[in-house]
């Protein structure tokens, strides 16, 4: 016997499984071979009761005396189709036949709404849980930024002492120490002066950027530095 259309819903769903059943039981062997009836009967069976009990709890002024009718209609007539397979499938199968396809029926439906629980209670820790680990990408994020901001504000506070310690200082005067090497020196602002050796021959900056310190006292004669590093070697 071929399944019962899913496009069926209600009491069509249970009329179209009474009539299958009917036609299938006489030749069916057990249970099993108008099972997929049994399924559709009583889905339809609950589809009717639900619809029913959705009326009763939610009726207005609104629904019309027709609408109220055909559902109680629908739910009476659910329920002696219902009756009617049970007194056929038990005269063919056994007493109890029915009772027994009904409750596994009912457990079935049970484990079934508790997976779907279990599956939308799944679904809500894996969002929580993904959100969670948004936050605490953004919290890294976010420490990260001010850890570079102010490393960078640092280092841009220390280029810039660096740089203000710095003035040009121009050559003054060079003298030959010996055949192979050479002292110059050379002065900038704030009282700066410094020494460089450079060996005979080698080019000579004529100003660079050297170190220098407030309020350094005045340098000496250059002549007399000279002199002194001569004597010194």
Not at 111 to 123: I, V
Not at 167 to 181: G, I
Not at 223 to 228: I, N, T
Request: proline share 3%; hydrophobic share 40%.
């Amino acid at each position: 016997m071929e399944p019962i259309s899913t496009a069926l819903a209600g009491i069509a769903l249970v009329k179209a499984s009474v009539d299958g059943i009917k036609s299938a039981i006489g030749t069916a062997k057990d249970v099993r071979d108008i099972a997929s009836q049994l399924d559709s009967l009583l889905t339809g069976h609950s589809q009717v009761q639900k619809q029913a009990a959705k009326k009763t709890s939610g009726f207005s002024n609104f629904d019309s005396l027709g609408s109220a009718a055909s559902e109680a209609i629908d739910k009476k007539l659910a329920e002696e189709a219902l009756y009617e397979m049970q007194v056929l499938i038990d005269m063919r199968f056994g007493h109890g036949t029915f009772a027994g396809i009904k409750q596994e029926y009912q457990r079935r439906l049970k484990a079934q709404r508790e997976e779907e629980q279990r599956q939308r209670q799944l679904r809500a820790k894996q969002r929580a849980e993904m959100v969670e680990n948004m936050w605490v990408v953004l919290i890294v994020l976010a420490v990260a930024t001010v850890v570079v901001v102010i490393g960078l504000a640092a280092w841009m506070a220390s280029a810039s002492d660096w740089s203000n310690d710095l003035t040009t200082c121009r050559l003054v005067k060079c003298m030959q120490l010996d055949k192979a090497q050479e002292v110059c020196v050379y002065r900038g602002a704030h009282n700066t002066q410094e020494t460089l050796f450079f060996n005979r021959g080698e080019w000579k900056p004529r100003e660079y950027l050297c170190q220098w310190q407030v309020d350094q006292p005045p340098p000496p004669n250059v002549y007399d530095v000279l002199k002194a590093i001569k004597e010194s070697q």
